[in-house]
């Protein structure tokens, strides 16, 4: 199984299990895929040491003593987490299963599972964390670059991305046309934008971020 790309951020498999025989048992499967672990025994350890920086995914236990693996899933998604998350559990029912499925679990491994199931699990949820990574240093940059555009720039931008051309522009600033065309070369610059379809593109993720 290939996962890993050549540009890939260090990716990681954060196992959250309070059976150590269990938590041990998963980490030397992963780690024998060629894969790093770390183990903790709590939904509360974890939130510990989280931190936005970290890349890979969770393989999460429901059961667990004191905050639940569901209620560890909320709150990684309260803080923007993008790892993916890979659900586990001896005592899973349908309604749990299509709660943490919903909430954005990318998989949901019923006890006892083959270790070709958790395998792929992990390699689809590193596919998923790699997209969702680039998605969010991609709307960092855009977000840098929209920082330095003027007060009247980014008017002339949202109005030209939604549709409006240069002569309504104006008319609805109460400026003359070729004031607009100065802004929009202007703001076109700033953005590192190639084409007026890539403008509106980045304005769309800054509207949805």
Same mark, same amino acid.
């Given at each position: 199984?290939?996962f890993?790309?050549?540009?890939?951020?260090?990716?990681?498999v954060?196992?959250?299990?309070?059976?150590?025989?269990?938590?041990?048992?998963?980490?030397?499967?992963?780690?024998?895929?060629?894969?790093?672990?770390?183990?903790?025994?709590?939904?509360?350890?974890?939130?510990? /040491?989280?931190? *936005?920086?970290? @890349? &890979?995914? !969770?393989?999460?236990?429901?059961?667990?003593?004191?905050?639940?693996?569901?209620? $560890?899933?909320?709150?990684?998604?309260?803080?923007?987490?993008?790892m993916?998350?890979i659900?586990?559990t001896?005592?899973?029912?349908?309604?749990? /299963?299509r709660? *943490?499925?919903? @909430? &954005?679990? !990318?998989?949901?491994?019923?006890k006892?599972?083959?270790?070709?199931?958790?395998? $792929?699990?992990?390699?689809?949820?590193?596919?998923?964390?790699?997209?969702?990574?680039?998605n969010?240093?991609?709307?960092k940059?855009?977000?840098?670059?929209?920082?330095?555009?003027?007060?009247?720039?980014?008017?002339?931008m949202?109005?030209?991305?939604?549709?409006?051309?240069?002569?309504?522009?104006?008319?609805?600033?109460?400026?003359?046309?070729?004031?607009?065309?100065?802004?929009?070369?202007?703001?076109m610059?700033?953005?590192?934008?190639d084409?007026?379809?890539?403008l509106?593109?980045?304005?769309?993720?800054?509207?949805?971020?």
């Amino acid at each position: 199984m290939n996962f890993e790309t050549t540009d890939a951020p260090k990716q990681t498999v954060y196992i959250v299990e309070d059976d150590s025989s269990v938590s041990e048992a998963l980490s030397n499967l992963i780690e024998s895929a060629g894969l790093s672990t770390q183990l903790y025994s709590s939904a509360e350890e974890f939130l510990e /040491v989280w931190s *936005a920086e970290m @890349a &890979g995914c !969770v393989v999460l236990d429901v059961r667990l003593p004191g905050m639940s693996g569901i209620e $560890l899933q909320a709150e990684l998604a309260e803080v923007k987490s993008v790892m993916p998350i890979i659900i586990m559990t001896a005592h899973g029912d349908i309604p749990m /299963v299509r709660k *943490a499925l919903k @909430a &954005g679990a !990318v998989e949901f491994l019923t006890k006892p599972f083959q270790d070709e199931e958790l395998l $792929l699990a992990i390699e689809h949820a590193f596919a998923l964390n790699l997209t969702e990574r680039s998605n969010r240093d991609l709307l960092k940059s855009i977000l840098l670059r929209y920082s330095s555009l003027t007060p009247r720039e980014r008017q002339v931008m949202e109005l030209i991305a939604s549709g409006l051309t240069n002569v309504e522009v104006a008319a609805m600033l109460g400026l003359r046309v070729v004031t607009v065309k100065v802004h929009r070369g202007q703001l076109m610059e700033k953005m590192q934008a190639d084409s007026f379809a890539e403008l509106v593109r980045m304005a769309e993720r800054l509207k949805a971020s």
